[in-house]
Nanobody, 119 residues
Framework: QVQLVESGGDLVQPGGSLRLSCTGTGFVFSYAVMSWVRQAPGEELEWIAVITDSGGVTKYADSVKDRFTIARDNAKKTLYLEMKNLKPEDTAVYYC????????????RGQGTQVTVSS
């Protein structure tokens, strides 16, 4: 059974930084393409970043490019999202999924972690 657990969300001021984590079990983590997605209040789910199984290739949505970095540690079965220069519009619940850029919306997600950017 696939289980994904996100953590690291917090209240942060605009311009601040956070690092989110996601641990994945119930599947072969090191073989899985992984993505981060988010859902802002009243909005649809939005894909924001993907990383290949080895971590060698990453891709980002324009809304987060140059501010967010996706990374992974396969030995720890953990996915990361380093977020810098946070903006109020980054406020959302953040989820990870073991799906890639083309099929992320159909993938499993954990309970999510809340990120609130506000002064």
């Amino acid at each position: 059974q696939v289980q994904l657990v996100e953590s690291g969300g917090d209240l942060v001021q605009p311009g601040g930084s956070l690092r989110l984590s996601c641990t994945g079990t119930g599947f072969v983590f090191s073989y899985a393409v992984m993505s981060w997605v988010r859902q802002a209040p009243g909005e649809e789910l939005e894909w924001i970043a993907v990383i290949t199984d080895s971590g060698g290739v990453t891709k980002y949505a324009d809304s987060v490019k140059d501010r967010f970095t996706i990374a992974r540690d396969n030995a720890k079965k953990t996915l990361y999202l380093e977020m810098k220069n946070l903006k109020p519009e980054d406020t959302a619940v953040y989820y990870c999924t073991n799906r890639g850029y083309t099929n992320w919306s159909s993938g499993p997600r954990g309970q999510g972690t809340q990120v609130t950017v506000s002064s």
